[in-house]
């Protein structure tokens, strides 16, 4: 029997409505979604080393039988360490700890035959080599699961668990459906295909599953199989042609063609407070070059932390205005909306241009008076929040619309601004350097300008890392700043789920500092919780040095400028993402004194060290941001709500940078030059059908 690609799971023998709903829940539902879910690992089960072979330092699989078997601490609550000791054929032992390990004490069972992968120490107390944590799979399962043949013997695909459906289930629930599987269709032009010497798709399919005997395991692994390469690049290149596609359409419709006369440039002078650094020159430049062109600009302005991203975005602003146009600045929260209008407006004033602030706090009068200002085309320019894009907002003559920190905002609601202008030139800002293959995928629709400089006479900032123990360390360093006139923040997590945990912390911290290690130190405690009245005193008492010590949440991570802050001190940094820790950091080092950034942390293993370490060796936002992308993955550096971020099931951005450009390359010398108009419609269509919605690439055709 053939299965269709869409047919339910249902269909597949092995899958019960049980089975079904939790392959549903990883969003697998019909044989095509299974199929696309790809192993994340292979294994060569087919040359096994024995135990007694096995040499400290190497990542090995081994399959053995449960000797012995002891959980010790609390089985309740799944505490407790769990060790077990395997033998195989060479008489050799092993042994395995599991920590929170009660799981396992039902599944290794003496006798049980089970693989285990992970890397081999030596246990020095022991004399006995060891594997902390090791991934395992039981061999003796039942049935429905093919036979051992499938597992063991030969190179063997591992899944991500679904649920309950384990990767050794998966495994043969995916090997009943290649077999029952039809030939699949073959979208990517043939020119392509033959010159990069691809396997067809049903064959690359079938063999990134189950490859063939004798393919290097490494090359599995490194994802280079020429299956694995071909599925790759063509995930990639379906993406940049949409993206190509999109772009193409944005630039030919009709723009604005904005001068730069010598009254702009005039402007542009009497705005700057400050001689611009070079980057910034240059980020203007390309923005100006863009803004005298016919068609549409769509930039992503990019640079690290304190770079002077917004003076250029203003003077980009007095290109649009003096041209006639109005200007729109968005910005994701009332606190940045609110920072923009105070810092612009005494810039824009001195060109005699009227700033308009509108956020959802903004009073219905408010509202309603600067809507129909906008409307009458009286405000040049307006900065806010979401409030600027609901629907009953009208501009006279929208020519230029900047959005900052665009990552927290979904591609929609880039499109829905730049909507209410006859297609405005659109600047993106953002904070968060994000590295160059990254911002190919997801901005792969944008042009990139990067501030790549710091304006001059800034100090770097001196990081050093204690854990708990060393506490009081960094409180005399507190101290000794406090002592020289300066202040200091203290700052602790925010972790999604728990603000009110880490607001009890904070309130403890508070407790703590200002009755025991600084009774004689005006404190001050500022999070979300408060009200914003509240909010602001505390600010307000910090800002002029009533308070030297501010506990706060991260609510401080944007918009505060308090230039006699010279200490950052930050509790449990390891629960915070890198980009982040560098971001708090910038709140300090803002005046001429040196900044010190303190961070705490709980004891570390080494890969947690090895992040801390990164911030301590560097000020280099972007490098930290790789790093961060590096070390926690895509999903979580923008957030697990992040829009906009296309979910890939086998190419990976990070592993696979050479297959991008190399996708891109050919994705762009197709939608320019395509082979035929056949062949270019029949891309369109199936890039429609299959991967607008998955990719965000809010209309392609
Ligand atoms: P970001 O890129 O983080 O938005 P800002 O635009 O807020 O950075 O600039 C950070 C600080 O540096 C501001 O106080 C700004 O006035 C100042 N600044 C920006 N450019 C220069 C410059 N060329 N020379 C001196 N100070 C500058
Ligand atoms: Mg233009």
Same mark, same amino acid.
């Given at each position: 029997?053939?299965?269709?690609? #869409?047919?339910?799971?249902?269909?597949?023998?092995?899958?019960?409505?049980?089975?079904?709903?939790?392959?549903?829940?990883?969003? /697998?539902?019909?044989?095509?979604?299974?199929?696309?879910?790809?192993?994340?690992?292979?294994?060569?089960?087919?040359?096994?080393? =024995?135990?007694?072979?096995?040499?400290?330092?190497?990542?090995?699989?081994?399959?053995?039988?449960?000797?012995?078997?002891?959980?010790?601490?609390?089985?309740?609550?799944?505490?407790?360490?769990?060790?077990?000791?395997?033998?195989?054929?060479?008489?050799?032992?092993?042994?395995?700890?599991?920590?929170?390990?009660?799981?396992?004490? #039902?599944?290794?069972?003496?006798?049980?035959?089970?693989?285990?992968?992970?890397?081999?120490?030596?246990?020095?107390?022991?004399?006995?080599?060891?594997?902390?944590?090791?991934?395992? *799979?039981?061999?003796?399962?039942?049935? &429905?699961?093919?036979?051992?043949?499938?597992?063991?013997?030969?190179?063997?695909?591992?899944?991500?668990?679904?649920?309950?459906?384990?990767?050794?289930?998966?495994?043969?629930?995916?090997?009943?459906?290649?077999?029952?599987?039809?030939?699949?269709?073959?979208?990517?032009?043939?020119?392509?295909?033959?010159?990069?010497?691809?396997?067809?798709?049903?064959? %690359?399919?079938?063999?990134?599953?189950?490859?063939?005997?004798?393919?290097?395991?490494?090359?599995?692994?490194?994802?280079?199989? =020429?299956?694995?390469?071909?599925?790759?690049?063509?995930?990639?290149?379906?993406? &940049?042609? !949409?993206?190509?596609?999109?772009?193409?359409?944005?630039?030919?419709?009709?723009?604005?063609?904005?001068?730069?006369?010598?009254?702009?440039?005039?402007?542009?002078?009497?705005?700057?407070?400050?001689?611009?650094?070079?980057?910034?020159?240059?980020?203007?430049?390309?923005?100006?070059? #863009?803004?005298?062109?016919?068609?549409?600009?769509?930039?992503?302005?990019?640079?690290?932390?304190?770079?002077?991203?917004?003076?250029?975005? %203003?003077?980009?602003?007095?290109?649009?205005?003096?041209?006639?146009?109005?200007?729109?600045?968005?910005?994701?929260?009332?606190?940045?909306?609110?920072?923009?209008?105070?810092?612009?407006?005494?810039?824009?004033?001195?060109?005699?241009?009227?700033?308009?602030?509108?956020?959802?706090?903004?009073?219905?009068?408010?509202?309603?008076?600067?809507?129909?200002?906008?409307?009458?085309?009286?405000?040049?320019?307006?900065?806010?929040?979401?409030?600027?894009?609901?629907?009953?907002?009208?501009?006279?003559?929208?020519?230029?619309?900047?959005?900052?920190?665009?990552?927290?905002? !979904?591609?929609?609601?880039?499109?829905?601004?730049?909507?209410?202008?006859?297609?405005?030139?659109?600047?993106?800002?953002?904070?968060?350097?994000?590295?160059?293959?990254?911002?190919?995928?997801?901005?792969?629709?944008?042009?990139?300008?990067?501030?790549? *400089?710091?304006?001059?006479?800034?100090?770097?900032?001196?990081?050093?890392?204690?854990?708990?123990?060393?506490?009081?360390?960094?409180?005399?360093?507190?101290?000794?700043?406090?002592?020289?006139?300066?202040?200091?923040?203290?700052?602790?997590?925010?972790?999604?789920?728990?603000?009110?945990?880490?607001?009890?912390?904070?309130?403890?911290?508070?407790?703590?500092?200002?009755?025991?290690?600084?009774?004689?130190?005006?404190?001050?405690?500022?999070?979300?919780?408060?009200?914003?009245?509240?909010?602001?005193?505390?600010? &307000?008492?910090?800002?002029?040095?009533?308070?030297?010590?501010?506990?706060? +949440?991260?609510?401080?991570?944007?918009?505060?400028?308090?230039?006699?802050?010279?200490?950052?001190?930050? &509790?449990?940094?390891?629960?915070?993402?890198?980009?982040?820790?560098?971001?708090?950091?910038?709140?300090?080092?803002?005046?001429?004194?040196?900044?010190?950034?303190?961070? $705490?942390?709980?004891?570390?293993?080494?890969?947690?060290?090895?992040?801390?370490? +990164?911030?301590?060796?560097?000020?280099?936002?972007?490098?930290?941001?790789?790093?961060?992308?590096?070390?926690?993955?895509?999903?979580?550096?923008? !957030?697990?709500?992040?829009?906009?971020?296309?979910? /890939?099931?086998?190419?990976?951005?990070?592993?696979?940078?050479?297959?991008?450009? %190399?996708?891109?390359?050919?994705?762009?010398?197709?939608?320019?030059?395509?082979?035929?108009?056949?062949?270019?419609?029949?891309?369109?269509?199936? $890039?429609?059908?299959?991967?607008?919605?998955?990719?965000?690439?809010?209309?392609?055709?």
């Amino acid at each position: 029997m053939t299965l269709a690609l #869409d047919s339910s799971l249902t269909y597949i023998k092995g899958v019960g409505p049980a089975r079904a709903a939790m392959l549903q829940s990883r969003g /697998l539902e019909t044989v095509e979604d299974l199929l696309h879910y790809f192993p994340f690992r292979y294994e060569d089960r087919s040359n096994l080393k =024995p135990i007694k072979q096995l040499a400290p330092g190497e990542l090995a699989t081994v399959i053995a039988e449960v000797k012995s078997a002891k959980l010790s601490g609390f089985r309740r609550r799944n505490l407790g360490l769990f060790e077990a000791t395997f033998t195989d054929a060479s008489g050799g032992i092993l042994l395995a700890k599991w920590f929170h390990g009660a799981y396992l004490a #039902d599944r290794l069972t003496v006798g049980t035959r089970v693989a285990l992968f992970g890397k081999i120490e030596f246990d020095n107390y022991r004399g006995e080599i060891q594997m902390m944590h090791p991934e395992t *799979e039981l061999l003796s399962g039942d049935d &429905e699961e093919g036979d051992s043949a499938l597992h063991t013997g030969r190179i063997v695909p591992v899944y991500e668990a679904a649920g309950k459906v384990n990767a050794r289930a998966l495994r043969a629930i995916i090997h009943r459906v290649l077999e029952q599987m039809p030939e699949l269709e073959d979208y990517l032009p043939p020119h392509i295909s033959q010159k990069l010497k691809f396997p067809n798709r049903t064959e %690359a399919v079938r063999a990134a599953h189950f490859p063939p005997a004798g393919t290097p395991i490494r090359m599995l692994n490194e994802f280079r199989s =020429p299956a694995q390469f071909r599925l790759i690049f063509e995930e990639f290149f379906w993406l &940049e042609c !949409g993206l190509e596609i999109k772009r193409r359409r944005a630039r030919a419709l009709p723009g604005i063609e904005f001068q730069l006369t010598d009254r702009v440039r005039e402007q542009i002078i009497k705005l700057l407070p400050f001689k611009p650094t070079g980057a910034q020159k240059r980020v203007l430049k390309e923005i100006a070059g #863009d803004m005298s062109h016919t068609s549409p600009m769509n930039r992503l302005m990019q640079g690290d932390v304190g770079s002077g991203k917004t003076i250029v975005a %203003a003077e980009a602003a007095v290109i649009a205005v003096e041209n006639g146009y109005q200007v729109a600045i968005l910005a994701p929260t009332e606190i940045l909306a609110a920072q923009h209008y105070f810092s612009l407006k005494p810039l824009f004033h001195k060109l005699g241009y009227v700033v308009a602030l509108l956020t959802g706090s903004s009073t219905a009068r408010e509202k309603q008076k600067l809507k129909d200002m906008l409307r009458a085309g009286m405000i040049p320019i307006a900065i806010g929040t979401h409030a600027l894009i609901e629907k009953d907002v009208e501009f006279a003559k929208l020519g230029f619309v900047i959005i900052d920190e665009q990552h927290r905002f !979904g591609v929609m609601q880039r499109f829905e601004l730049a909507r209410k202008g006859v297609s405005p030139d659109v600047l993106v800002m953002t904070a968060t350097p994000i590295p160059r293959t990254l911002a190919m995928t997801i901005y792969g629709d944008l042009d990139i300008s990067t501030i790549d *400089e710091l304006p001059p006479g800034r100090q770097r900032i001196i990081t050093k890392h204690y854990t708990d123990d060393q506490v009081e360390i960094a409180y005399s360093e507190m101290r000794k700043e406090i002592d020289l006139g300066r202040q200091a923040y203290v700052v602790y997590p925010v972790i999604e789920e728990s603000e009110t945990q880490a607001m009890k912390a904070a309130q403890q911290m508070f407790e703590h500092l200002s009755r025991e290690v600084f009774p004689d130190i005006p404190v001050g405690l500022l999070h979300g919780r408060l009200g914003s009245a509240e909010k602001e005193a505390a600010m &307000e008492a910090f800002k002029s040095g009533r308070t030297k010590i501010l506990v706060s +949440t991260t609510v401080i991570e944007v918009g505060v400028d308090v230039p006699n802050a010279t200490v950052m001190v930050i &509790e449990q940094a390891e629960r915070f993402g890198l980009s982040q820790l560098h971001q708090l950091r910038g709140r300090v080092g803002r005046g001429a004194d040196q900044s010190y950034c303190l961070l $705490i942390t709980a004891k570390l293993n080494d890969t947690a060290k090895d992040r801390i370490r +990164t911030l301590v060796d560097s000020s280099d936002g972007f490098k930290i941001a790789e790093m961060d992308l590096k070390l926690r993955g895509p999903g979580e550096f923008f !957030g697990t709500k992040q829009s906009g971020l296309p979910s /890939l099931k086998i190419a990976n951005i990070l592993r696979d940078p050479d297959i991008l450009v %190399a996708a891109k390359h050919e994705a762009r010398a197709f939608v320019e030059e395509p082979p035929s108009a056949e062949a270019f419609s029949k891309a369109v269509e199936y $890039i429609k059908g299959h991967w607008q919605r998955r990719y965000g690439l809010v209309q392609v055709g």
